[in-house]
């Protein structure tokens, strides 16, 4: 039996999910593997029966994304299916970096510690189960690294081939650490538009193939949900008065949004007002850009930033990024890459956390809007760290080092300590 | 008032930690930040006077070590001070990697999930709060590497200085991590064992500062016993059959066994025999090759091997690790770089995790004691990964890689894949 006809004839099983919706018109159609409104042409989204939910079950449900099973479009035994088990990243609460930034509170969401070290463990293995219920064998994407790190390993660990593709000029950290897994990974030659297009074509030609973040999108960036539910229930079940996320297609600030909104409907938490904050390196900031000229609609971009898991000149969400800012009154700034690693620097200095460049541009975007007085200085903030500078040392590599390097004597250690 | 003069005048609260006891002669002596019996001259160690136990209370604790604080030397109310909040890393059931080694059942305890991604932060977060109940006001350590990024950032967390001795040969990753948190950290010019004598005399040197592994060892160590007591409740408040160590200087294999039977003593678990084996790289493999000569004493070697987290050449808990594996029916092996690597590889393709040479190590161990029938292929097995592959990705680079650089076509795609 072909795939399209298994996926014709079974019953699929994701959990609440009902349907498809599409985001401009609200045209709605099934459950299947497709990222695109026929209708409008505008990208569609995964619409939900939720039954009330109970605080206690979650609470007692696995230590992963899982937990919030009920939330997702996933099977309804998902984590019996091997799996990475990403998710319930540390909240920590920075007060030395609060300090540093003259606010009141800050929180900080430390998603390095996910399987592969970054938040793009939750979107695959959200895509990997809607994937295996839509009957696809292996696991692909186009990407510029986190995502293919968190591809590969899933695949291993779930025991699907893998193709991934990546330019072929990516970090030597994110390459090695996608080859280690052992699927096809493919460097391209060419940048990610290139690799991105790539992508769609093989999507249209391989019927088993499914490539997270294109034609099972849908469902693959619902896993950024995951953030706002462990935010809140980290918090004691509420929701924070602002968070900072960091913009690259701009799909995790809007989803961070939708799981804010579905943890109200589900009366797991007290509806509160939230607002949101995007970061982006001024070396591919267009949505900031049409945010700062009030526009509605995104200018693209040729990218050029040390930022390179942020570098989406196109960036496929960015209206609706703008929408969201808008009406929860947050706002949209952009830095420079020497601000992104003076924000590494803050980060690692003042609670001992190492983002990759990503994880600077929101510290230092979240700097900026503070002195600008947009963030509130006496709300608390929460910041989205979603990426590990293990996998982005160029970027800091000449700017820190050993203080010295001494002779193995006593003396020599206090001269250089200035003892 | 001096650092001394607080220590004796200060009641210092280490929870149910009740004195220091010397290892070979049981010499009892108070609480003091001391590493050595002036009575025996062997390690100190800390004995507890532990009251019941209830997995209830401990499960109702936070997500990190500190649930295990009734079982460590630590403050009462030790998670109130700013830490990096370490521990409650995956244990994932390794099926496609038990099959194939030909067993049938392995566990795999991935401590990559930490915050600077070794179970180092574990030992480091309890050595931190016990230096700051004796009144230290300096972190340190000597370090090859993934110590020095834990002393580093759990220092800058909690606001404290830190000073960071390392070999000036260190990876380069294990520099720049270690260096971004921004405290005292000195290359050093020569080989770790110099840096650890300098480190040695510095403490002496310095009263206020806390060498982790030196001055208040005895603390530091109790912190691997968190491992112990993860991978029981893990698996469901029980004792596993079978679990794989990796030695370096031994304290880890000595502290998961006292661990386990801690949880028995307390009355967590119902006490069950565990068989404890050890890991070696041969590069560095005095332990394994004093345990099949049927040595009880350990001779000093130069350490030459890729997995430089191991390269100790004098373990210092040597001959309590003999003592260990032998009484508990296990077996010490040792492997070579080549088969390191092949360990760190068949890990990330079978289940998705990416570990460091040590990891390799205890991999590659592992295989080499099933291979010989000294693991027993029907009993389960826990694996302790204990560090992450980005560190030492030197180790691997020349034999990973994409599988090809193709052109940005389908045609291309598909030929490089042979479809």
């Not at 947009?374 to 040392?393: F, M, R, S, Y």
Request: net charge negative; with cysteine.
């Amino acid at each position: 039996m072909t795939v399209a006809a298994q996926r014709t004839t079974k019953t699929i099983d994701l959990g609440n999910a009902v349907e498809l919706v599409s985001k401009e018109e609200g045209h709605r159609q099934p459950l299947a593997p497709e990222f695109v409104s026929l209708e409008d042409f505008s990208p569609l989204e995964v619409a939900y029966d939720f039954p009330k939910l109970r605080r206690e079950d979650i609470e007692a449900g696995p230590r992963s994304i899982w937990r919030y099973k009920q939330l997702l479009p996933v099977p309804s035994n998902v984590e019996e299916h091997p799996n990475t088990d990403p998710g319930c990243t540390r909240l920590i609460r920075a007060d030395n970096l609060a300090k540093a930034l003259g606010v009141k509170r800050i929180w900080v969401k430390d998603d390095t510690g996910n399987p592969t070290h970054s938040f793009k463990d939750r979107v695959v293995a959200v895509a990997l189960a809607a994937a295996r219920e839509f009957g696809f064998k292996v696991l692909a994407c186009p990407s510029t690294g986190n995502l293919a790190n968190a591809v590969a390993a899933a695949a291993a660990r779930a025991g699907w081939d893998s193709v991934v593709l990546v330019p072929k000029s990516l970090e030597r950290a994110k390459i090695l650490m996608s080859a280690v897994y052992d699927g096809s990974l493919l460097a391209v030659d060419g940048n990610y538009d290139d690799v991105n297009r790539l992508a769609t074509e093989l999507a249209g030609e391989h019927e088993d193939w499914a490539f997270v973040n294109v034609n099972v999108r849908p469902y693959y960036s619902e896993g950024s949900k995951t953030l706002a539910f462990e935010v809140a229930e980290q918090l004691g079940w509420r929701i924070p008065e602002q968070i900072v996320v960091p913009i690259a297609s701009g799909s995790q600030l809007t989803k961070v949004y939708k799981g804010f909104n579905e943890l109200g409907e589900t009366g797991l938490v007290e509806p509160s007002p939230v607002r949101i904050f995007g970061a982006q390196a001024t070396g591919c900031s267009p949505v900031s850009t049409a945010f700062k000229n009030g526009h509605d609609v995104v200018q693209p971009v040729r990218p050029d930033t040390i930022a390179r898991s942020l570098a989406i000149g196109a960036p496929a969400d960015g209206p609706y990024v703008l929408d969201i800012v808008r009406k929860t009154n947050g706002a949209i700034e952009d830095v420079t890459d020497d601000e992104v690693r003076e924000g590494i620097k803050l980060l690692a200095k003042t609670e001992g956390i190492f983002a990759e460049t990503a994880g600077g541009v929101t510290v230092a975007t979240a700097k900026k809007l503070i002195e600008a007085g947009k963030i509130d200085p006496d709300a608390e903030t929460v910041l989205l760290i979603t990426g590990d500078g293990l996998k982005t040392l160029d970027a800091v590599q000449d700017q820190i080092g050993p203080k010295a390097t001494v002779a193995p004597t006593t003396e020599a250690v206090n001269a250089a300590l200035g003892l």
